[in-house]
């Protein structure tokens, strides 16, 4: 394969994948520094027969309810899953709620959480999300070993590079090691 072509395929892949490259660079950066957003949190009682805890499709549709009595218009999404005897519904990266039983034999405490924008470019940085964004995180991690790789490639071929190319790549190991060895 000629130079022009590695450095053609090498451009595209990087430009495709430059959105998301800032997102987990911006997202990592501000891990690092504790700044992982807001998650606003509401608590509700709610009146429930004590035989709805015990049926899925019930809660879904009491939650529904209570929704659309608050004007809400955003629903978690996916199917809610009972969790050691909790209803959880939704995505951490999104509206997502909880279902569990309250003090009285007919309540129950409804949370609501509400994540900000950066609290949920955190979550996804974490593939705590979405399944998708997940698949999408993956082959960035293949696509960036390839960009690297084709770096490499692009490089060696002008000779005069070559030792450069060696001297930078050795430097960067010994401080990656360096820097592992004193973090732990």
């Avoid at 130079?3 to 959105?19: C, D, E, M, N, Q």
């Avoid at 409804?110 to 593939?127: E, G, T, Y």
């Amino acid at each position: 394969m000629t130079t022009a072509s590695w450095v053609k395929i090498h451009g595209y892949i990087s430009i495709f994948f430059l959105p998301l490259a800032l997102i987990y660079a911006i997202t990592g950066a501000l891990i690092i520094v504790g700044e992982r957003g807001n998650l606003a949190k509401e608590e509700h009682v709610i009146k429930l027969d004590h035989q709805l805890l015990s049926d899925l499709n019930a809660q879904k549709n009491a939650i529904s309810d209570f929704f659309s009595q608050k004007g809400e218009t955003k629903l978690p999404t996916g199917e809610p899953k009972l969790i050691r005897g909790e209803l959880y519904w939704g995505l951490p990266s999104s509206v997502n709620v909880s279902l569990k039983k309250g003090n009285e034999p007919n309540e129950a405490i409804l949370q609501i959480r509400k994540p900000d924008l950066l609290f949920s470019l955190v979550i996804l940085h974490r593939a705590r999300g979405g399944r998708l964004f997940d698949y999408l995180g993956f082959v960035f991690a293949l696509a960036m070993i390839f960009m690297y790789l084709s770096g490499i490639v692009i490089f060696w071929k002008i000779k005069s590079k070559r030792i450069a190319l060696s001297l930078t790549f050795a430097g960067g190991t010994v401080v990656t090691v360096i820097v592992f060895f004193l973090s732990l």
